[in-house]
């Protein structure tokens, strides 16, 4: 997600400092090159120790680190970096930051960058609503600095409300925006995608569904809303957290995704079907779990029936709309996703095969083939999925361009 990128990050005096070891850990597995600065009160909570240890580098910690260093250390590192953070971001040092100052390292630093800053505050609800603090912060964002809102919740203090570290997931996310914004060409325009599987109740306890994670659904939802597109994401039964900017309508069946794609897809300029949903359901819903007899011998018969082949309906009632599904193939990949793409009147289908190391369910990676309905298509090796999403968000926007011009009247 961040391969290849030189992040700067600075720890100030919060008792949230702890919590900078597993942002560092997270920020390296994620590939990013990662540098801590201290303030001299974040080594009250938090050892530069263990810092180095987990970003594989010495943690700056002085004005002056020593007769070895060179006296411009601090422009040479603002330079080299492509984004600082400064997470957790104490009231003192956004004071600091606010008004110039570079009496220690980190707001030294601060004030020599050139790449974007990135502030996640965490102190008490007091000192964060203070006047003062949010005088700071609005400056700081005139500036161009990137401020991420704390969380509310139980604080050190023992009072409840704004001012917890904003968790670490939501944190990479904003980095990820931050360093690769893909402009706003989407700006205006509204995408729907569903992600997941879906569940089909047989009893209280059982259903049918199948192994998806939502991965691939969300990270396409993601990349639309970082190209300012208005994002409606349905989603079958996953645990991954929302996109930023996304609206989400969470569903369990087949019937319950087919109502919400059908409401969101009417004003919809493209639609990407990444969900697995289910072919069939169960027949007749058991009030009762259903038992097997007393002996635990015998067979259970299950009865099924078809679910709404929702991307087949889309593809009946699309009108100056792109529409994108995906085929899961294990034989005949090519062969058998032509099929689906004309039979569903789509303008792309992304093919992949998930017996294929790097593209079966719940990886991070996928291995796609994108078909196109003119006959062309394009082969893609192993990528991340947040990859292979802007990948696909491009696609679609050079044939919703294409379809705007063909659309167009032709000039007198």
């Not at 603090?133 to 139980?154: F, K, M, Y």
């Not at 990444?274 to 011998?297: H, I, M």
Request: glycine share 8%.
């Amino acid at each position: 997600m961040l391969r290849g990128k030189r992040v700067i990050l600075g720890v100030t005096g919060s008792i949230a400092a702890y919590k900078s070891a597993l942002l560092v850990r997270e920020l390296v597995k994620a590939g990013a090159e990662v540098r801590v600065v201290m303030t001299p009160s974040a080594c009250e909570f938090i050892t530069p120790l263990t810092l180095a240890t987990l970003s594989r580098a010495e943690v700056v910690l002085d004005m002056f680190p020593g007769a070895s260093s060179r006296g411009t250390w601090h422009i040479d590192l603002a330079l080299w970096a492509d984004v600082m953070l400064v997470a957790p971001a104490s009231a003192n040092t956004i004071a600091r930051l606010a008004h110039g100052m570079a009496d220690n390292a980190l707001a030294a630093l601060a004030l020599a960058l050139r790449c974007p800053l990135v502030i996640a505050p965490a102190m008490d609800t007091d000192m964060f609503t203070h006047p003062a603090t949010q005088d700071n912060l609005e400056a700081l964002r005139r500036r161009g600095a990137v401020v991420i809102p704390p969380d509310s919740g139980d604080l050190a203090s023992g009072l409840t409300g704004e001012g917890r570290l904003v968790e670490i997931p939501a944190i990479l996310e904003t980095l990820e925006d931050v360093l690769f914004a893909d402009g706003n060409d989407l700006a205006g325009m509204r995408v729907l995608v569903t992600a997941g599987p879906t569940h089909e109740r047989i009893d209280p306890v059982r259903f049918i569904g199948n192994h998806s994670s939502g991965k691939m659904g969300f990270a396409l939802a993601h990349a639309a809303a970082r190209r300012g597109a208005i994002v409606t994401l349905v989603a079958g039964p996953v645990q991954l957290a929302t996109p930023r900017g996304v609206r989400r309508v969470d569903v369990t069946t087949a019937e319950e995704m087919f109502a919400a794609v059908s409401d969101a897809a009417t004003d919809a300029n493209i639609v990407v079907m990444a969900a697995a949903v289910a072919d069939y359901r169960a027949a007749e819903y058991s009030e009762r779990k259903l038992k097997k007899d007393a002996q635990g011998e015998g067979e259970m018969l299950l009865r099924l029936q078809q679910n709404p082949d929702i991307l087949r309906i889309l593809g009946q009632r699309k009108r100056n709309q792109i529409l994108i599904g995906f085929a899961l193939e294990t034989h005949d990949d090519e062969a058998n996703a032509r099929l689906k793409l004309a039979a569903k009147n789509a303008d792309m289908i992304v093919l992949n095969n998930p017996t294929i190391p790097g593209a079966g369910f719940g990886t991070d990676t996928n291995i796609a083939t994108l078909l196109f309905a003119d006959g062309s298509s394009e082969h893609l090796d192993l990528l991340p999925k947040t990859d292979l999403a802007r990948i696909i968000i491009d696609r679609a926007i050079h044939l919703l361009t294409t379809l705007s011009l063909d659309a167009a009247p032709a000039s007198s």
